[in-house]
């Protein structure tokens, strides 16, 4: 909105272009965001039924990204030993 009212004489075929893009950026952005969010509660779902429901796997998401590789190396590492 602000280059119509900045710089309309900019706004040609380009602009309007570039305007449509980030609209279509943002709206696939968005739809990526409620899927991975819906993954995320189906797989918190399936935790439940199989009765591993402990909390520090229900709630990983909520750490940060650092402290969740380190929980999966450990999980990669426990399981490469039993």
Known sequence: MCW??????SLNWHGAT????LCMTLF???SEH????????KLDQVLRLQGDDREEIIK???REPEDIEKHRAR????ANDG
């Open 34 to 41: 409620r899927e991975f969010q819906a993954l995320h509660a």
């Open 18 to 21: 570039e305007l449509i893009v």
């Open 75 to 78: 999980a990669q590492a426990t």
């Open 60 to 62: 990983i998401d909520h």
């Open 4 to 9: 119509l009212i900045f710089d309309r004489e």
């Open 28 to 30: 696939i952005v968005r």
